[in-house]
Structure formats: structure tokens, C-alpha cells
């Protein structure tokens, strides 16, 4: 290993800072090696660990999931409520009079895009997944490129670009979001929901899946500072916990979950923000 190599996974992705230590799991994981920055709190992946590897143009990440790697109705229903979810959220910051139109970096099927243009916009779509990617173009008839962000080109600007669970498995982060905010309008919005790591203990009970696929594990303090280094306004950004009834298992155990609602800001389980690109 050269020393460039050796100093790069010790310098932080998001503050270039070296000040940072290894994250200690409560079990020890063999592939997972995470680096926790005293700087800007953000946690981020060891170039050592293994997930460089996974392809997910050939469906590697979601055959990997348990639940949730195919477009059943427990899916459909997840998302459409998720989608509703969203856009309630971002109308109540989006101008009035700036157009409709809208990028989602990762969409999945396509539901949330799905959603957007029954109410009007004009929406386009990047996801790398085969499965996901042939339902949104050959069920929902969707504008959408089956390809990897890296490998992405900006033709156009939007006014609003939307990342939901997908800003932490991109690589390369400053460089990813300076390339996000170049396809953004003048004064056009950037959604952002990753899972909240404001208490990083709870990285022991990540879905391996999840392990594999993120090469950035946010707290609240660290998004915060990546969107704003990287000229945006932040407009709201709020830690939340939804209450899922899609499976038996999510119903029985809804009661729980509904009080666990109850828990401070930053032990709730996502993580959401809506900024403005800076003029
Ligand atoms: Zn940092």
C-alpha cells in the first residue's frame, strides 16, 4: 500500500480534515471498517472495506435486501405513502412560481417520479438497478437512464433534485455534490433523506445490506456541513420516525414503535433536509 493510499482513507471525504479514529463495532464486522471525523462528525467508510465491489447495474444491491428487492404491493405501498410523504414535505418550501420539474437520483421504480408527474411535473430519472429500472420505464412510462451517478452526464437543470437514501452510497462526496448542484437551477431546491447516525452506536444494528451499500453514515451536524460548504442554503432539516404498516410483523409491533416516536431529536431514525442552491 502507497502512503498516498494510507493517508487517503484517513482523511475525511467531507472536511479533508485528518483528525479521526476508527469506529468500533460492539461485534467486530470482518469487511466493514468505518472511520468516525472529530471535525465534522461524519462517519465514512475505510477505503479497505469490501463494498467497492458491488454491482449494482447487475442487481447486486437489491437481491441483496430482504425485504423490499422486488415491486410487490408491499412495496408499491411503501413508497406511494413515502412519496406523499415527500412531496407534502417539500411543498411547503418550494416557490410557487418556479416550474415543475424534477431529477431523482436513484429512483427506484420510479414511484415518487410516478407521483409527481400525476400532479404536473415534468420528472426524470436515474437508476442503475435492472429490475427497478424496467418498471419505471415499462410500467410507469418514465424518462429514466439506467445508469450510475459517476457515470452520468448533466445535460440539463432542474428545480428541484432529489436524493432519497441515496446520497450515502455515492462515492466521492464533495465531487458528487458539486456535480448535484450543477444540475440544479438558480434558486432551485435539493431534497436530501438518509438514515440519522447522530447516535453512531446505533450503526450496530444496520442491516448488513445497508453496511455493504454506504460509504457515509450522516448525523445531523455532518449533513449540515457538507450542504453548506458546498453553497446551499439549508431551509429545514429535521430528524423523524415513521411508523411502518406494511408487513404483520411492522403491524405487531406498531404500538412500540409509535412510542419510540417519542424519543429526543437525535435518536430518531432519518434524517431529512430541503436547501436552495446559492446564487
Ligand atoms: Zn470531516
Redesign the pocket.
Known amino acids: 500500500m502507497s502512503i498516498q493510499d494510507i493517508k487517503r482513507k484517513k482523511t ?6 485528518n ?2 479514529e476508527h469506529f468500533s463495532f460492539f461485534r467486530p464486522k470482518e469487511n466493514i471498517r468505518l472511520r468516525v ?6 462517519i ?1 467508510k475505510d477505503t479497505n472495506s469490501s463494498n467497492e465491489t458491488l454491482k449494482v447495474q447487475e442487481g447486486e444491491y437489491y437481491s441483496s435486501k430482504k425485504i423490499g428487492s422486488l415491486v410487490d404491493q408491499r412495496h408499491l405501498k411503501h413508497h406511494k405513502r413515502r412519496a406523499r410523504n415527500h412531496l407534502h414535505y417539500i411543498s411547503k418550501y418550494f416557490d410557487k412560481d418556479f416550474d415543475k420539474s424534477v431529477l431523482d437520483i436513484g429512483c427506484g421504480a420510479g414511484i415518487f417520479l410516478d407521483y409527481l408527474k400525476q400532479k404536473g411535473w415534468k420528472v426524470e430519472g436515474i437508476e442503475p438497478d435492472p429490475i427497478m429500472h424496467s418498471y419505471a420505464v415499462r410500467k410507469l412510462g418514465l424518462n429514466i437512464k439506467q445508469t450510475l451517478f459517476c457515470d452520468w452526464a448533466p445535460e440539463k437543470e432542474y428545480s428541484l433534485v432529489y436524493l432519497s437514501h441515496v446520497l450515502d452510497d455515492l462515492p466521492d462526496l464533495n465531487q458528487n455534490i458539486n456535480k448535484i448542484s450543477k444540475s440544479i437551477k438558480k434558486g432551485g431546491y435539493l431534497f436530501i433523506e438518509v438514515p440519522n447516525h447522530s447516535w453512531p452506536f446505533r450503526l450496530n444494528f444496520e442491516k448488513e445490506e445497508d453496511l455493504n451499500m454506504g460509504h457515509y453514515f450522516f448525523s445531523i451536524s ?1 449533513l449540515e ?1 457538507i450542504i453548506e460548504n458546498n453553497n446551499f442554503k439549508i431551509l429545514d432539516i429535521t430528524t423523524f420516525h415513521l411508523v411502518h404498516l406494511n408487513t404483520i410483523f411492522q403491524k405487531i409491533i406498531s404500538p412500540i414503535m409509535v412510542l419510540l416516536k417519542l424519543r429526543t431529536k437525535k435518536y430518531r431514525p432519518y434524517l431529512r433536509l430541503i436547501a436552495k442552491k446559492g446564487c
Open positions: 475525511c471525504p467531507s472536511c479533508y480534515s483528525n479521526n471525523c472529530f471535525d465534522c462528525d461524519l465514512f455532518s456541513k
